[in-house]
């Protein structure tokens, strides 16, 4: 197999489809970077004393793990100093975090969820990092947390890196879905899909079900329809797979299709769902669309909604474009 590194990647799809300038470029070689480095701490766990409970909150009233905090700092520190930014938001952050004395002012701004799947990191299960990249404002303003606001559909480029059995780094800057696995011996990212698809159809889905009594009636119909299986109104058989970290449920379904829901509920009605808009939904709504795939709020489409706040949460329904649809559909029932 001819080894192609991200570099090479990141150059020759500049070259092909004048999506990529050097500044973008640079900024996904230091968002990957950092990356490699949180894998290595993911890696050491007990014995680089990363695992645990840091005993604080952040912004969302979530008691944060040790990872959670460190991977923060890695992906901060890195793109401070090489990452060709204007400013960064992190879900871990109560507001965004500007680069000190820039010059040339960066062109882009960065989003991410440091540390995805936080509940998975004790259990050595697979947890990953979200990014989002974004273009600042035109012009030498300060960039504030109003120019964080875009709809999805702005994201120049998004992606993840999984730290599992292999580290990966999947990433859309518009023009598909590749995957480049980290070659350890190397230190580098080495191509090895292209153009990840996801079939229409599926018979493989993810919820979290310890939360049906709390859901919504077009929720509880789609699902009572899937666990009908064949003697039900779909005819066929349904898997379930829930993995408790979306970046690990997203990669299953980048690679052999499902739906994955997070859907708002009963339980806290003023809340729009438990995932947050901009680190999470927009980077992985960009990935499931140029795969191919649908993803909703189960009304509209994620990457159409307009952010009010940085922090903001929201339902989800991504993956295999005609179950997504269907529960869509239901959703929009009168
Ligand atoms: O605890 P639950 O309900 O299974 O929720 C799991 C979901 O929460 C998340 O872990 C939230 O992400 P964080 O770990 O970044 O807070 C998702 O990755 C995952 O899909
Ligand atoms: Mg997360
Ligand atoms: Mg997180």
Redesign the pocket.
């Known amino acids: 197999m001819k080894r192609i590194s991200l570099t090479q990647y990141l150059v020759e799809e500049q070259r092909l489809n004048n999506n990529i300038p050097a500044e973008l470029r640079l900024l996904i070689e230091v968002v990957a970077r950092a990356c490699k480095t949180i894998s290595h701490a993911v890696g050491k766990g007990a014995l680089g004393e990363v695992l645990g409970s840091a005993e604080t909150e952040n912004i969302q009233g ?1 008691v944060q793990k040790k990872l ?1 905090i460190l991977s923060n700092e890695i992906l901060l520190e890195a793109n401070e100093w090489g990452g060709h930014l204007a400013a960064m938001a992190s ?1 871990e952050m109560e507001s965004i975090h500007l680069i000190p004395n820039r010059y040339p002012k960066g062109e882009y701004m960065l989003l991410f ?1 440091p ?5 998975n990191i004790d259990v050595n299960v697979t947890i990953g990092t979200i990014f989002s990249v974004i273009k600042a404002p035109e012009g030498m303003a300060t960039p504030t947390e109003q120019d964080f606001l875009q709809a999805g559909s702005k994201q120049v480029a998004a992606g993840y890196a999984i730290y599992g059995p292999q580290t990966m780094f999947v990433l859309t800057t518009g023009q598909g879905v590749n995957c480049f696995t980290l070659d350890r011996e190397m230190g580098s990212w080495v191509l090895t899909q292209r153009n990840m698809t996801i079939p229409e159809d599926t018979q493989e889905y993810a919820i ?1 079900a ?2 049906s009594r709390h859901w919504y009636p077009p929720v509880t119909r789609y699902i009572d329809e899937l666990l009908a299986g064949t003697t039900g109104p779909r005819g066929k058989n349904f898997n379930m797979r ?6 690990t ?1 997203v990669h299953r379904i980048l690679n052999r299709g499902g739906i994955f829901m ?1 859907p708002a509920d009963a339980r806290e009605p003023d809340k729009a769902g ?2 947050r808009l901009m680190y ?1 939904a927009n980077p992985m709504s960009m990935l499931i669309e140029q795969a191919g795939g649908a993803s909703t709020n189960g009304k509209q489409r994620i990457l159409d909604i307009q952010p009010e706040k940085l922090h903001q949460r929201v339902a989800v329904f991504l993956g295999s474009k005609n179950e997504v649809e269907r529960v869509t559909s239901y959703h929009l029932e009168k």
């Open positions: 979530e959670d879900e969820d540390l995805d799947g936080s509940s979290n310890s939360n829930w993995i408790a970290a979306m970046v449920d997070y438990k995932l999470e």
